[in-house]
């Protein structure tokens, strides 16, 4: 896959804190970052489509929130085990 080299500039708590976290994954800093960066792609996607979706039918009500956290919780407690 192609890759585009970078230079970023991260605060010094943050770039420590990632760097420590790619050495706990024992993966590079660039592969971190770039999970990290397609991570908050999904979620910003996600975000988008939900807003579309309540533009069209209406807001989420109380009851499907819960139903999606429930939801994600379990795919969060699978993903750890």
Same mark, same amino acid.
Request: avoid cysteine; hydrophobic fraction near 45%.
């Given at each position: 896959?192609?890759? *585009?080299?970078?230079?970023? @500039?991260?605060? &010094?708590? %943050? !770039?420590?804190?990632?760097?420590?976290a790619?050495?706990?994954?024992?993966?590079? +800093?660039?592969?971190?970052?770039?999970?990290?960066?397609?991570? !908050?792609?999904?979620?910003?996607?996600? +975000? *988008? #489509?939900v !807003?579309?979706?309540?533009?069209?039918h209406?807001?989420l %009500?109380?009851?499907? +929130?819960?139903? #999606? &956290? *429930?939801? +994600?919780?379990?795919?969060?407690r699978r993903? @750890?085990?």
């Open positions: 896959m192609p890759v *585009r080299k970078l230079s970023v @500039a991260l605060e &010094d708590e %943050t !770039a420590a804190a990632a760097a420590a790619a050495e706990r994954r024992g993966v590079s +800093l660039s592969s971190w970052l770039n999970e990290a960066a397609e991570h !908050a792609l999904r979620v910003e996607a996600g +975000l *988008r #489509a !807003a579309e979706w309540e533009a069209e209406g807001s %009500t109380e009851g499907e +929130l819960a139903e #999606a &956290d *429930r939801f +994600l919780a379990g795919k969060r993903r @750890a085990s």
